[in-house]
Structures are given as C-alpha cells and as structure tokens.
C-alpha cells in the first residue's frame, strides 16, 4: 500500500532550524515529484515547495524562498524540508504529498507532521 | 487571504446536493486544471478531483467537477454525514513553478 509519513517536527524557537522527513513506501518514490504543503492554525492549504523526480530542479513559495530548502535521497525514498531563520508564521503541519504531471495535482498525502515555532 | 476563493462554510441536509465555488483568474484557474481535495481532522488530505473533472479510483460518482474560465466547482451528492469536512481547491501553474490552493470550505451536513 502506497504511503508516505512525514516526521520531524516539535516545538522550536523562532531564528532556529528543523529538519523535516518524510518516508515514503509502496510506489517507486524515484518517479514521482514530490511536495511539502502546510496549512496553518485555523487557516487553509499553502503550497510551500516541489522538487522534481530527480532533483534536478526546485520551486518555493515566496513565504520561505531563501529559508527552506527541499531536497531528497531516492536511494533512502526520503523526502526533506530543512527550515531556517524560523518564524511564528511558519507554525503549521506539514504535509508531504506526491505530484502528478502534467496537468499537476497531489495524488499521496501524509498525515502530516506539526511544526510550532514559539519564543 | 488565499489566491483562490471560495465560500468559508456551507451547509446542507443529509441526502441533499451541495456545489462548492472556487473563483480564481486568468493567472491561475484560467490556464491551467483544478483539483480538488477532502480534509478530515487527523487524516491525510485526499485527492477528489483532478484534471477539473476527473474522479481517482475509490471516489464516489457522488464527487464530481467542472471548471468554466476562472472558475470552478465541486459537486457533492446524495450528502453523508461523512461527507462534513474541510474542501480546497488547487491548481498548479504547468510549469511548476508555483501552485495555489483556496482558502477552504467547510461543509457541514446537518
């Protein structure tokens, strides 16, 4: 059964670094680009970054571009967010969700994982 | 305040048939396709919708979409209780470069 489970997140104080993870089974992970997605406290959906099936290339949302970093390790089937220069507006959960091309939609999502960044 | 819009919350009977809106523009909805996504506390989001109109195996034929210009919508019949929770809408640019999804619905079947 294809599945995808984010880890990583805790309560952090703003300016600090988290690494999020998230493991991903029961599809060839290699093929698929994959996102990280986040939705605030009482707020909706946001798009946060995308990377493609191999790496190769990148997009993040304006509200992280220069802070997160996306990348993965398709010998481990493991997708990455490292976050810097935290801020309260990065609380959220965060989830990881596999992207279908071409016409781009998330088809896998995780349970997500929750980031609280708080002095 | 999200670049899609759509109705905050909507409610209806069990039975009933809803429509949730999501209203974009020419940047987004307008060129390219919409999906559309179930939310429920404490589970993974799941895809309803893709490509505007087409139903992933396992979703119901009650689930179904359409999209007109910059817009688009989702159709929920025969209204469950199960069916209460959060509904977006998404779309991505073909690029990839960005994506966007609306602010949420929130359906409840009283």
């Known amino acids: 059964q294809a599945q995808v489970v984010e880890s990583g997140g805790g309560v952090v104080q703003p300016g600090r670094s988290l690494r999020l993870s998230c493991a991903a089974s029961?599809?060839?992970?290699?093929?698929?680009?994959m996102n990280w997605v986040r939705q605030a406290p009482g707020k909706g959906l946001e798009w946060v970054a995308v990377?493609?099936?191999?790496?190769?290339?990148?997009e993040y949302a304006d509200s992280v571009k220069g802070r997160f970093t996306i990348s993965r390790d398709n010998s481990k089937n493991t997708l990455y967010l490292q976050m810097n220069s935290l801020r309260l507006e990065d609380t959220a959960i965060y989830y990881c969700?596999?992207?279908?091309?071409?016409?781009?939609?998330?088809?896998?999502w995780g349970r997500g994982t929750l980031v609280t960044v708080s002095s | 305040q999200s670049v899609l819009t759509q109705p905050p919350s909507m409610s209806a009977a069990p039975g009933q048939k809803v429509t949730i809106s999501c209203s974009g523009s020419s940047s987004n909805i307008g060129n390219s396709y919409v999906s559309w996504y179930q939310l429920l506390p404490g589970t993974a989001p799941k895809l309803l919708i893709y490509d505007n109109n087409k139903r992933p195996s396992g979703i119901p034929d009650r689930f179904s979409g359409s999209k007109s210009d910059t817009s688009a919508t989702l159709g929920i019949t025969g209204l469950q209780t199960g069916d209460e929770a959060d509904y977006y809408c998404g779309t991505c640019e073909s690029s990839l470069s960005a994506c966007v999804f609306g602010g949420g619905t929130k359906l409840t079947v009283l």
């Open positions: 969700a596999t992207i279908v091309g071409p016409r781009w939609y998330f088809d896998l």
């Open positions: 029961g599809f060839t992970f290699r093929n698929y680009g």
């Open positions: 990377i493609w099936y191999d790496g190769n290339k990148k």
